[in-house]
């Protein structure tokens, strides 16, 4: 099954081939430098997300919520209207920017601490009440901003500077699951976990994201997309190294795939 | 007609425009919540419980984001989880109106009215140098002309704006007129986050993290705030001209505190009484002027004593200051405040 | 046949993730350092497919694919 969709996606890219350019950076992706480390999943999630409002051709219509963390100057490379909520509270401004802006295409960008620590309330009431809305979930497995603590999402033995021994089960309980927690809510329309690994990875993350912003464009409820993302600077590894880990670790305990949808 | 000061609370918003509404339940204010769900729906506007006041607060935020008249009301406990909210609102210059029915605390406290929050509100209780504007009713009809220019305030400033009651003048039942607000003209806001059709890209947001950039931002928002003080001061003076001793004293209080006065006044006793409205910016100058005449101040509070601070700062010496206060929920009454307007009458 | 143009190699921040998404090995680490003192990827010239899967891994985006 693989092979063939690969195939097909390669006929849509050649069929693409007459214009010169197969591959370009999506307009409504700033033109300027990021600041994320060598190898950060975060500037591919930027550009996917960039690339999924160029194609519905929503760019003037949509609206988003920067997070506090290693995102927060998202708006610095996003052109399109931002604002930036407190840590963890993304969801609750997202609802009230949708619901007085119901024409409006809202999304949220987070990190594993803002949504799965601090934020849990508002992302677990916002699925709940089926906000018709879009969460960006990046699960890296730390917190970059602040210099690489242990997150909700670092995984049993993770060393972090919080966890300098590696996360223990007794001292700072398990990795989170929270796209399977969200699952159980009628709210919740389509969650789908994906990753920034690899290209192909990166293609089905590119899928689901528009899947994700389609289920909202057509007003079915809350989307959200959550992608295992690399972070070398505080996994301690090269980025090639850091991309592998997501394959063979990260993954396992985070399976890849559609969790639910409609 | 007869209204409880919640409900005139959220008639006031509604008469304003108020177009969302995000509230939790707590004691003494649950009445403005059930007002608001009923009306916003009457109304077309958006209402939603949200799972705790943080929650409701930054909804507020998004929705003021989003350029529409946006409030939440909640009482000590619940007014505590919103600061950090109310902080990057200002720090984002966005408008809304919060209110505070006060109860008794520190802690859960009690259900009883207080008025403990003083310092909260007018010194700041979130992070970082901002100031929010505070109006203090005295009376439910005064809860809906607050309300109604409170949001006029916080759009003007794009400023939040907060109405600090408390649990006695939220649940007590009181005559109320509907003034008609036909045709008012609602602010326009091109600031608001709508989407860039037309227009570039712009975002809204509190981090300043350039070089400097901060301290040019909080310049501002600095500026903003005289501006303020120079322009929204109210305040009510009664019988101060010629008043031996002045009672300062806001909301409920500063209705027990009259009565207390016109007991003094029938003992022959020169009783005045000065009643802040704007908590901040605070009546300095009203005070400053009358303290060189004035022989003492009593200041009256349902609290250990916090604006006395504002009183003694704006006396600056000139004239002693004395407090009367009831805490955790104690109601003062006239007699008491008469009692010991008489007794710092026999001291000079 | 297809090639790939890396936009501004002062960009380049030596991830790498390029070269091992590569399916046929075409890029290369530059001998010379851009203005971070990385060496960055370099297309090596060679049979492209254009199948862009090196643009797609690329964080920083500076990757363009031409046919």
Redesign the interface.
């Known amino acids: 099954m693989k092979k063939k969709r690969l195939k097909k996606i390669k006929n849509t890219a050649i069929r693409k081939a007459e214009e010169v350019l197969a591959f370009s950076r999506p307009k409504s992706l700033r033109d300027v430098e990021l600041h994320y480390c060598a190898g950060c999943g975060h500037s591919i999630v930027h550009r996917l997300i960039c690339e999924t409002i160029d194609e519905f051709g929503i760019r003037e219509r949509v609206i988003g919520v920067a997070p506090v963390g290693c995102a927060v100057i998202a708006y610095d490379y996003w052109d399109f209207d931002v604002t930036e909520a407190a840590h963890g509270r993304t969801p609750a401004v997202a609802t009230g920017i949708k619901r007085v802006l119901p024409g409006n295409i809202v999304f949220t960008y987070q990190g594993d601490g803002d949504l799965a620590a601090i934020g849990t309330a508002e992302i677990i009431h916002a699925a709940n009440r089926g906000e018709n809305i879009t969460v960006i979930f990046v699960n890296n497995g730390v917190y970059g901003m602040t210099g690489g603590q242990m997150a909700p999402t670092t995984l049993a033995g993770q060393k972090t500077v919080t966890t300098l021994e590696g996360r223990t089960i007794r001292n700072d309980g398990y990795p989170i699951k929270i796209l399977e927690m969200l699952s159980v809510l009628p709210g919740a329309k389509y969650l789908e976990r994906v990753s920034v690994h690899s290209a192909q990875e990166i293609l089905r993350a590119k899928r689901a994201i528009s899947k994700a912003f389609k289920t909202q464009i057509d007003n079915k409820g809350f989307s959200i997309v959550e992608v295992l993302s690399m972070c070398p600077t505080y996994w301690g590894m090269t980025s090639i190294q850091s991309a592998d880990r997501i394959k063979n670790e990260v993954s396992t305990f985070y399976p890849i795939g559609v969790i639910k949808s409609y | 007609m007869l209204m409880c000061g919640n409900d005139a609370c959220g008639e006031g918003a509604i008469l304003a425009g108020c ?2 509404y ?1 509230g939790y339940p707590i004691t003494p204010q649950n009445e403005l919540t059930a007002y608001m769900a009923k009306r916003m729906g009457e109304t077309g506007g ?1 209402f ?1 419980q ?3 006041e ?3 607060i ?9 350029g ?1 008249r ?1 409030m939440t009301s909640s009482s000590s406990p619940g007014i505590s989880l919103k600061q ?2 109310i902080s ?1 609102l200002a720090g ?1 210059e966005l408008p809304c109106v919060i209110v505070n029915m006060q109860r008794g605390g520190p802690g859960l406290g009690n259900i009883a009215p207080a008025q403990g929050d003083y310092f909260q509100a007018v010194k700041g209780g979130g992070h970082g140098d901002y100031k929010i504007i505070v109006l203090a009713p005295a009376s439910a009809q005064e809860l809906m002309d607050y309300t109604y220019i409170a949001f006029d305030l916080a759009d003007k400033y794009r400023n939040p704006v907060m109405i600090l009651g408390d649990g006695l003048l939220g649940q007590m039942m009181e005559p109320i007129q509907i003034k008609s607000v036909e045709g008012r003209p609602l602010v326009d806001k091109p600031w608001a ?6 227009r570039q ?7 300043f ?1 350039g070089d400097g950039a901060l301290e040019e931002h909080n310049k501002k928002l600095q500026e903003k705030f005289n501006n303020i003080k120079k322009n929204e001061i109210r305040a009510e003076t009664l019988n101060i001209k010629d008043a031996d001793i002045i009672l300062v004293a806001y909301g409920s209080v500063a209705r027990i505190a009259r009565a207390g006065m016109e007991l003094g006044r029938a003992k022959g006793l020169k009783v005045g009484l000065i009643r802040p409205i704007t908590l901040w910016p605070f009546p300095e100058k009203t005070i400053a002027d009358i303290s060189g005449k004035a022989k003492k101040f009593l200041v009256v509070e349902m609290s250990a004593g916090q604006m006395v601070e504002d009183v003694m700062l704006a006396v600056k010496g000139r004239a002693e200051v004395d407090f009367y206060g009831r805490m955790g929920g104690g109601i003062p009454t006239e007699e008491e405040i008469l009692k010991k307007i008489e007794a710092l009458v026999k001291q000079s | 046949m297809a090639k790939i143009k890396i936009k501004n190699k002062d960009r380049c921040k030596g991830c790498y993730l390029c070269i091992v998404n590569c399916p046929n090995n075409l890029i290369k680490i530059s001998d010379q350092l851009n203005i971070k003192g990385v060496k960055p990827a370099v297309f090596s010239g060679g049979k492209c497919s254009g199948c862009t899967m090196c643009a797609l891994s690329c964080p920083e985006c500076i990757i363009e694919v031409y046919r």
Do not use: H, P
């Not at chain 2, 986050?193 to 037309?198: A, H, N």
């Not at chain 2, 890209?201 to 981090?207: D, E, G, M, P, Y």
């Open positions: 177009a969302f995000a958006v939603i949200a799972e705790s943080l929650a409701a930054n909804m507020v935020f998004g929705a003021s984001v989003a529409v946006a950090e909210g990057y984002c986050l709508t989407g860039c059709k037309g890209a712009r975002f809204i947001r509190s981090l993290l």
